[in-house]
Structures are given as structure tokens and as C-alpha cells.
């Protein structure tokens, strides 16, 4: 996926806008953990909100709740 941000900051400075765009990747490196971390819970409560037969998760311990 390519995205295209512009801010005109390359036209006028072309320093700053190389500057800022080493910034922006760095921003998406140093947040990739986080983004990875919220892409793994969605998809674990995707699966458990909505169960594929054929996904072998396996089922809920039992609780004391349950037990009693």
C-alpha cells in the first residue's frame, strides 16, 4: 500500500520536506508494535465473537461462577 502525503513543505525547502519525511517513516516504524499489538487482539476477538467451526480454539476454562 503507497501512501501519498504532501504538505508542499518539499516544494519550498527541500531539506525540511526530506527532514519531515524521514520523520514520518521513523513515526511509522517506532509505532509498529503497537499497531501490530491492537491487530492481534481484533483478530483473537474476532474469533471468538464469531467462531469458525473449523478453527480449533479450544473452548472456555470453566469458572468457579460456573462451577457453583
Avoid at 520523520?23 to 491487530?39: D, K, Q, S
Avoid at 476477538?45 to 469458572?63: E, F, G, K, Q
Amino acid at each position: 500500500m503507497v501512501v501519498l502525503i504532501y504538505f508542499g513543505v518539499m516544494r519550498l525547502r527541500p531539506v525540511l520536506g526530506v527532514a519531515l519525511l524521514v520523520v514520518l517513516i521513523a513515526l511509522l516504524f517506532w509505532t509498529a508494535p503497537n499497531r501490530w499489538g491492537v491487530g492481534i487482539a481484533l483478530h483473537y476477538l474476532s474469533r471468538v465473537y464469531w467462531p469458525d467451526p473449523a478453527d480449533p480454539i479450544p473452548p472456555p476454562r470453566p469458572t468457579v461462577a460456573d462451577e457453583a
